[in-house]
């Protein structure tokens, strides 16, 4: 079989097109520089595109007394005090520009009679400070991102799918990856490269990911070149994904349909969030609703497909019509189920890697010179819980630095000094999984980790459990090593799946020694056999493969900050 490659260059490479990813590439070109974007999903459909609620910004539109500070100070509180004061401040100053940016490039935010900006209340938020579009802010971005990336003729690769980033002497020199439809390699060579590929999510059975996205791909190729990730333990499991139909497991119901007013059920009928919080019952924060659900499940009081109830049907049904509008279709197209009438049955679902890989708070460069993470890739904001709209305001501040940051490091290079041997491997690497004809299949590999995930690591863990993960993952990397890859007509899918494969094992691999070393419960992490948080453990722990676990200190939360930080009542406020 003759294999084609293209060879490319460019001055900045930016891997991933979902929000984060394009942000930087249109900071690049803004700036007058050479940028190629590269996507294995297109770019009209990345995860981005599915983020439905808000995104946060001390604009002060409805509430005046709001403040970058307060952001700051609500963010860190909730990050269960592991998030990095630094990235924190980076972030909630930076915010209103991110704002301003969208607006400039014509998104249609939610405005006022007046024309103000809309805010509203996500959980754990001291004021209104969630902007949205509709139920959509996710795909509005994403639409508003990829428009302005054409007015700019960003070249952008879909379809691509990067399998190792270049390095010589721990600079990297650009990337390697093939045609996920004919197989064409590609060969670009970049003097910086911005890894936005997503996280880990997609290694757990139940999860808000779509096939084939958050598979960990962005963890190894970032661990591959050198760089190490940080608290890659700490997941965020949403309360409510659906349980069926299989092939859609795990798909979001809005946490407004909490918000306005849905009651959580057992199998049993009883409303079950009286015992874990009862002041917020079905308000409370993600991290607590997800564990109640579980606790549900876990102790038998769970439906028969291990699940519980969403009940939204006392509502009246203009109300769901008018509020729910997402849920409603949802359902009906998936279960041809009527929420006006129906409850949903639901339970926990993987739904946000809140570590990965290790960056600097001031540009999110990592340790391998030239190399930068941003979006769910990367770690330092969220800590042990997400604060509700974060995480769409963070792909914006740091796209803009990260692409300032890439081109400073490239126009600072005195040459690019490349290396045919990391060449010569990737090529091999490639040639080897193709020539690979052995006995596994790689789906049923995939499968085994998600299964032995979501058995041992989810929502609660324990030393046995994750012991008991470790081995079974041993058994499954010694399998990996005989698998069969066989591209077809249809394209080189296969060999796409097989390198899913070995990010997802990296990332849970990581992700159960990280765990393991957490030897308390705190935010989203759940130890049955460590229930207490320990003081001791206010670090964040950064795994690399020849290090394994260390831990590292978290600098003190300015006093400006600290002086803000306090208990945020529900009342009368959407969850997260």
Known sequence: MTTRERQISTTVLVI???????????????????????????RDDAHTSLAAGGINAALGTMDPDDSWQQHAADTIKESYFLANPHTVEVVTRGAERGISDLERWGMDFAREDDGRISQRFFGAHTFRRTAFAGDYTGLEIQRTLVRRAEQLNVP???????TRILVKDNVV????????????????????????????????????????????????????????LRDPELVQFHPSGIIEPENAAGTLISEAARGEGGILRNALGERFMSKYDPERMELSTRDRVALAAYTEIAEARGTQNGGVWLDVSHLPRETIMSRLPRVFQTMMELQMLD?????????????????????????HGTDVDGLYAIGEASSGLHGANRLGGNSLIELLVYGRLVGQAAVAHASALDSQRRSPVAVAQARAEIDDLLAADG??????????????????????????GLRTGLAELALIEERMNDVGIHPDIAGFQDLA?????????????????????????????NRSDFPETDPALQVNLVWSPAAGVTREEIPPVPAEIQALIRSVSSEGKLVE
């Open 339 to 363: 929420i006006t009438t129906d409850p949903i049955e639901i339970a926990p679902t993987a739904h946000y890697s809140m570590g990965g890989v290790w960056v600097r708070p001031e540009d």
């Open 439 to 464: 006995r596994e299949n790689v789906r049923a590999l995939q499968r085994g980790i998600r299964n032995m995930m979501t058995e041992y690591a989810g929502v609660v863990r324990s030393e046995d």
């Open 156 to 162: 952008i690769l879909d379809g691509v799918y990067i």
């Open 16 to 42: 991933g097109t979902g929000g984060s990813g394009l942000r930087a590439a249109i900071e690049v070109a803004e700036r007058g520089v050479d940028v190629l974007a590269v996507g294995k999903r297109h």
């Open 173 to 228: 020199f650009g990337a390697y990856g093939f045609d996920q439809s004919d197989g064409t390699r590609y060969l670009i060579h970049a003097d910086a490269v911005i890894l936005a590929a997503g996280g880990h999510t997609r290694i757990w059975r139940r999860t808000s990911s779509r096939r084939d996205e958050n598979t960990g791909d962005a963890f190894r190729l970032a661990v591959d070149a050198g760089a190490r």
């Open 497 to 525: 799946h097989a390198c899913d494969l070995k990010g997802s094992a990296l990332a849970a691999r990581a992700t159960l020694e990280a765990a393991l070393e957490r030897r308390e419960t705190r935010g989203c992490h």
